[in-house]
């Protein structure tokens, strides 16, 4: 099983431009989950989905959309992106009821 | 707000000694989980301690929870070159969704 996967795994963009993040996972799982990952930071959760259809904002949520049109599938949308959201982005899925995360491989953005 | 928290520690040990890090945490949690990060990839769910449990298990890993500190510890004991890594506690509040909370991270670096 492939697990959970990321696309694309670098990407940079200029300010002011928009691009979508596709996480896709196979392993049946209802959570769903955006998080980015600052030096010094720590993981903040950006939003989440409890199911296909459901999203939920996060802690940091302003600047980002999502959105869960297949169980497998958990898009993350930047419409401008600006400098402040240079980043390297994971995504997550569990299953419901169980906490245990399974994480991508993340995401190196670079907005300039 | 984040609630896992580490001690902010880039541990330096050699193969063979123990690794030992910290984590606290602020509200009450259904359970703490500790995740690996090794360079450029994904976050490992490693081991995780509900809140009735007081210590657990896992190959060379120990982890202890005190609730009544709210605070965690993980133990590596044996260190091997291939354990150089961050970790990240993360908890799961109650009320909380399903949602984890993680920790800064700890670096540790094992010299062969």
């Known amino acids: 099983n492939a697990g959970v996967t990321q696309t694309p795994k670098f990407r940079v963009l200029k300010t002011g431009q928009s691009m979508t993040l596709l996480c896709a996972q196979d392993?049946?799982?209802?959570?769903m989950y955006w998080y980015r990952q600052d030096p010094g930071m720590g993981l903040r959760l950006i939003h989440y989905?409890?199911?296909?259809?459901?999203?939920a904002k996060g802690e940091v949520p302003d600047g980002y959309n999502v959105s869960r049109l297949k169980k497998q599938n958990f898009l993350l949308g930047l419409e401008s992106a600006a400098p402040s959201q240079t980043s390297v982005y994971f995504c997550?899925?569990?299953?419901?009821?169980?906490?245990?995360?399974?994480f991508g491989q993340g995401t190196r953005l670079t907005v300039v | 707000s984040q609630q896992g928290e580490e001690d902010p520690q880039a541990l330096s040990i050699q193969e063979g000694e123990n690794a030992t890090m910290n984590c606290s945490y602020k509200?009450?949690?259904?359970?703490l989980q500790w995740y690996r990060q090794n360079s450029g990839r994904g976050l490992v769910h490693l081991i995780l301690?509900?809140?009735?449990?007081r210590e657990k298990h896992s190959g060379r890993l120990r982890v202890t929870l005190d609730t009544s500190k709210k605070s965690s510890s993980l133990l590596i004991t044996a260190s091997r070159a291939a354990d150089t890594a961050s970790y990240f506690c993360?908890?799961?509040?109650?009320?909380?969704?399903?949602?984890?909370?993680f920790g800064k991270g700890n670096q540790v670096v094992v010299i062969p």
């Open positions: 989905s409890v199911g296909e259809g459901t999203t």
């Open positions: 997550a899925s569990s299953y419901r009821g169980r906490t245990e995360a399974f």
């Open positions: 993360a908890t799961d509040a109650q009320r909380g969704n399903n949602r984890l909370a």
């Open positions: 509200t009450s949690i259904n359970n």
């Open positions: 392993m049946n799982h209802e959570y």
């Open positions: 301690i509900r809140s009735n449990e």
